[in-house]
């Protein structure tokens, strides 16, 4: 037992690396079957046809007021520059990497985790929400979901970054005019995502505003709170959004929308909370925080320090409550799965940050309490690392009835099976054949259902829709004269 003990330990870095790489490995292998869905092209064509700045325009005044979102809409669809359609396994690796890099290079910033150790704890946040995340066909794969959700957390995760760089140059007195310059542009584009991010976002800085008035500090959070109104005020207003809530129907009143969110929030918080592969992962983490915390010359830990850690659970629970009320607001359902994508991420960032900050309030105090001592010891590390491996398996077949065989919270197995059982390759090989036919050059062409739907994958299609307007751009993007879907037809 000594003997294999000490050989885990010896190869614990390479185990570590190759159990992270296994779980990233089948959504790599999904990427590479990847496709556009209906909005993707939609998007394309109203942008080729109006131009960037009467896109903006025509966006605003009839969908949506992210303005961020928007532009970027314009700027970085792939199908505006080239026929992509075939060849979109690049789409997705571009978010799972980007994700990937901007966490390490947030860990490094602000927590100055470098070299194995930042690329570990990136990937290990990578793999939880690849792993865990409820909704990533919409979330991930889909582009117009992921340039939308996910980039609004990589801007988010960037200003904290900025903010902590200004901080820095602050108080050394060197250059932070530049990085405060950084700070308003980036503010603006935070505002200016999406709603379960601009909200938070919005709040959170406006408590910040009303503390440093009551501890009176600097005046540069009241100007970024009051930039962060100016840019949700923008977006929030926008006729698109009130225009896309009349065609929902079912708005929510005020304190309905509240006690529905917090009913949400409590139902994803005991969820979450309660999965016993993230808990396991903590423990085994705990020693590296506490070693963190322990590094008084960072300025994270600094402020980490001076936060009971349960009240910025709680005002992180509460920032959470606020990412759901606009759904409930605007059309009576809770967030779509893409945005649930977006906030599990967000939930773990949040999660080790509160344990990041019991750990710093822990060696602040000098006096760490008889359950963080046990638990950084790394005595118990076999039996975190046994739990790890055990529930993460167990959780794949959480269902026994042989037509909800695999159905768990798991995604890891299921894109193990979708990638190689043939469903993935079977959704490439329908759509590849769908694109021969609409670029055959008959004047009506007709879409039928796939019959390969691998449900990481896919999320919308053409076919179903009566839409006049959809099924013209649709035609228009495949230069064919007219498209009928076939459910639609019948």
Sequence with gaps: MGLFMRALHRYRTL??????????????????????????????????????????????????????????????????????EGHWWWVALFFIFGTLLVLRFGLSELLGLTGKAGWITAASFLSLWLAYAPGQAEGLYWFTGAYTYIMAVWLLLLWVVVLNRYAKARLSNNGAWRWLVALVALTLAVAGTIEPVALPFLMALVMAALASWRLKQGRVVWLLAGLAAVGCLVSFSAPGNFARIASMGGQFGFLKTLCYSAATTGYLLLTWVGNPVLLALSALLLPAMDRIAQQRNQLAVQCLSRIPAGLLAMGLAGLMTLASCPAYYASGTGLPLRARTTLYLLFLLGWFAVLLTWCCRQARSGLPSPILRALVTGRLAPLWTAMLVLFFFADYNVQTRATMLGQGSNNVIRAYRQWLDGEAAGYDAELRARYQTLQSGAPVVTIRPLAYRPDLLYSFDIVGTDNPEFLKGYAQYFGTKQVISEVAAH
């Design 15 to 84: 185990l570590i690396t190759l159990g992270l790489v296994l779980v990233v490995l089948p959504f790599v292998g999904l990427a590479l079957y990847n496709h556009p869905s209906l909005d993707d092209y939609l998007d394309a064509v109203t942008v080729k046809e109006l131009g960037f700045w009467r896109a903006q325009k025509h966006f605003y005044l009839t969908h949506t007021g992210r303005y961020t979102t928007t532009v970027l809409l314009a700027l970085l669809n792939p199908l505006l520059y080239s026929r992509l």
